[in-house]
């Protein structure tokens, strides 16, 4: 709804039809400001924050939304990704997910990116130190590699 009803056309679709803002603001962020698109949304629909202070405003808005008659209203955050960085409340709830965005409603991240970013990491990390150490072992043991002068002269 912010893209419809924001009047300084800051949230936009990008071109693949998916609603997006410029960077973030980051030039904004870094000097302790908010976003443009949350300082200037007229409908109130954009919050900044910490994520704990943006969790439990979400919940005070679904308690008010349940008040008024949304009885399915919900916040969207997925425990199987540990959370997202946008918090949303969804009014209609877990069957109106789709319709926000695209939301998968139990996204979950894949075991081997779980492997690839966990134990793989270490275990390469440790396979390059190995190597390294190895190189550096039969350096100091055996040396470089050197011609033998004395079996040249005799051939």
């Known amino acids: 709804m912010?893209?419809?009803?924001?009047?300084?056309n800051i949230p936009r679709f990008d071109a693949n039809s998916k609603p997006s803002k410029c960077?973030?603001?980051i030039d904004r962020v870094a000097a302790g400001l908010t976003p443009a698109c949350a300082k200037s949304c007229s409908t109130n629909a954009l919050h900044f924050g910490l994520r704990q202070d943006?969790?439990?405003?979400g919940k005070k808005i679904v308690?008010?939304?349940k008040e008024r008659g949304y009885p399915g209203?919900?916040?969207y955050n997925p425990t199987g990704v540990g959370g997202t960085n946008y918090v949303y409340v969804l009014p209609h709830g877990g069957n109106a997910i789709n319709m926000y965005a695209g939301l998968p409603a139990d996204p979950s991240v894949s075991l081997l990116v779980t492997l690839w970013k966990?134990?793989?990491?270490?275990l390469s990390a440790a396979a390059i130190?190995?190597?390294f150490a190895a190189v550096l072992f039969h350096w100091v043991t055996i040396g470089p590699k050197t011609e033998d002068h004395?079996?040249?002269?005799g051939k």
Do not use: H, S, W
């Not at 912010?2 to 300084?8: A, D, H, S, T």
């Not at 943006?54 to 405003?57: A, K, N, P, Q, S």
């Open 63 to 65: 308690a008010r939304l």
């Open 150 to 153: 004395e079996e040249k002269e």
């Open 118 to 122: 966990g134990p793989m990491k270490y």
């Open 129 to 131: 130190l190995g190597t």
């Open 54 to 57: 943006m969790l439990d405003r």
């Open 23 to 25: 960077n973030f603001c």
């Open 73 to 75: 209203a919900t916040l």
């Open 2 to 8: 912010c893209l419809v009803g924001c009047p300084f």
